[in-house]
């Protein structure tokens, strides 16, 4: 089993950065991970991925201002966001998908306001 933990959510005004990221448990070298985000009276959606081979995806919301990245060796899991707008505003969680296995994080807020 994975344990996984969200850090970096927070308060960021409307064009400004900010970098999340998911700490694993254990190793996650053989798991798809996924970033997630859920903003409130939504459901939530998928915002990217990246494979155990390194194969990154992305919805077309976030395409050209995200960046997720894998640090197999610390078990860790980055999403690098930039450029970021009032919608992005949600709270973000970290999966790990692997066959019929899914583990995730409790999730870090992001808030985009002036």
């Known amino acids: 089993q994975v344990q996984l933990v969200e850090s970096g959510g927070g308060k960021v005004q409307p064009g400004g950065s900010l970098r999340l990221s998911c700490a694993a448990s254990?190793?996650?070298?053989?798991?798809?991970m996924l970033w997630y985000r859920q903003a409130l009276g939504k459901q939530r959606e998928l915002v990217a991925f990246i494979t155990s081979g390194g194969y990154t995806n992305y919805a077309d919301s976030v395409k050209g201002r995200f960046t997720i990245s894998r640090d197999n060796a610390k078990n860790t899991v980055d999403l690098l966001m930039n450029n970021l707008r009032p919608e992005d505003t949600a709270v973000y969680f970290c999966?790990?998908?692997?066959?019929?296995?899914?583990?995730w994080g409790k999730g870090t807020l992001l808030t985009v306001s002036s």
């Open positions: 999966n790990a998908h692997l066959t019929n296995m899914d583990y």
């Open positions: 254990g190793s996650i070298v053989s798991y798809t």
